[in-house]
T-cell receptor
């Protein structure tokens, strides 16, 4: 069975600095997708970034980028120029197609606080 | 991306009662899912809401406790029945956009006294 592990329950970073959130996963699949979601206090889950396992190039979305190491099964999120609005819970997620549907598995989350 | 409206945003309920949560999407979607997020925890899939047929429940969740309706491709409801304090959670509706992306509603914060 697939598992997703986020080993950092809480992190903090100074505004304008860079922070990296860790995520590791375990799977025997070759084709899958990885995601980072952000959940601010408003509870809304917001998709931050997506990575296809078959792509070697790391995904980038503005200030957000990932370091995808397929062999190591590692998928970290780097936030550059951190802003106060980045304060949120961040969830790493794994997705694969299975039995006609799509199975998502979420990590336990990392609570990030951006300090002014 | 799909716009998902979820109601109510929060509710406080008495033990033994039921609450129905509504999820409305601004476009037709094939797959809709219901998740539970217990306090301080990650997301757990309750069921996949299938249009025109019975929902597919994950292990540990049963239809009698969490009946789901999906009358069309833009709407679904989740009922939390015979509630107990252990049902206090955030309940999230989500939809799959067909491009490997999952979008979420704003969630329903449920507290059971």
């Amino acid at each position: 069975a697939q598992t997703v592990t986020q080993s950092q329950p809480e992190m903090s970073v100074q505004e304008a600095e860079t922070v990296t959130l860790s995520c590791t996963y375990d799977t025997s699949e070759n084709n899958y997708y990885l995601f980072w979601y952000k959940q601010p206090p408003s509870r809304q889950m917001i998709l931050v970034i997506r990575q296809e396992a078959y792509k070697q190039q790391n995904a980038t979305e503005n200030r957000f980028s990932v370091n995808f190491q397929k062999a190591a099964k590692s998928f970290s999120l780097k936030i550059s120029d951190s802003q106060l609005g980045d304060t949120a819970m961040y969830f790493c997620a794994f997705m694969k197609r299975a039995s006609g549907t799509y199975k998502y598995i979420f990590g336990t989350g990392t609570r990030l606080k951006v300090l002014a | 991306s799909a716009v998902i409206s979820q109601k109510p945003s929060r509710d406080i309920c008495q033990r033994g009662t039921s609450l129905t949560i509504q999820c409305q999407v601004d476009s037709q979607v094939t797959m809709m899912f219901w998740y539970r997020q217990q306090p301080g925890q990650s997301l757990t899939l309750i069921a996949t809401a299938n249009q025109g047929s019975e929902a597919t429940y994950e292990s540990g969740f049963v239809i009698d406790k969490f009946p789901i309706s999906r009358p069309n491709l833009t709407f679904s409801t989740l009922t939390v029945s015979n509630m107990s304090p252990e049902d206090s959670s955030i309940y999230l509706c989500s939809v799959f956009d067909g491009y490997e992306k999952l979008f979420f509603g704003s969630g329903t914060q449920l507290s059971v006294l």
